[in-house]
């Protein structure tokens, strides 16, 4: 069994920047992946770090504002969103397993969730 804890959500104007960590009880999963889910819409994947040789991905949305990264130290995981947009809105979560590469960015190929953490930002 894996925890997974996410933070660092909170309210910022467009254009801002926020950090996200997720601190996962083991370190022991192929993939962590961050996704999204806003009210009314499908959880979506934004980024993705392959935890053994640190490989990133990310989805077009996002690419080249969200960096994500990790401290193998300290078993986390972090996203730092920057220019951020209103369509940024939503709950963030991580994620962890071992996803082929074509199903990176799919829930289902995901075992271990956290309960998320709320981005809100305002235009």
């Known amino acids: 069994q894996v925890q997974l804890m996410e933070s660092g959500g909170g309210s910022v104007q467009a254009g801002g920047s926020l950090r996200l960590s997720c601190v996962a009880s083991r370190y022991s999963y192929q993939f962590i992946a961050w996704f999204r889910q806003a009210p009314g819409k499908e959880r979506e994947g934004v980024a993705a770090?392959?935890?053994?040789?640190?490989?990133?991905y990310y989805a077009d949305s996002v690419k080249g504002r969200f960096t994500i990264s990790q401290d193998n130290a300290k078993n986390t995981i972090y996203l730092q969103m920057n220019s951020l947009k209103p369509e940024d809105t939503a709950m963030y979560f991580c994620?962890?397993?071992?996803?082929?590469?074509?199903?990176?960015?799919?829930?289902?190929?995901?075992?271990?969730w956290g309960q998320g953490t709320q981005v809100t930002v305002s235009s």
């Open positions: 994620a962890a397993g071992f996803p082929s590469l074509s199903r990176l960015f799919q829930v289902g190929g995901y075992n271990y």
């Open positions: 770090i392959y935890t053994a040789g640190g490989s990133t």
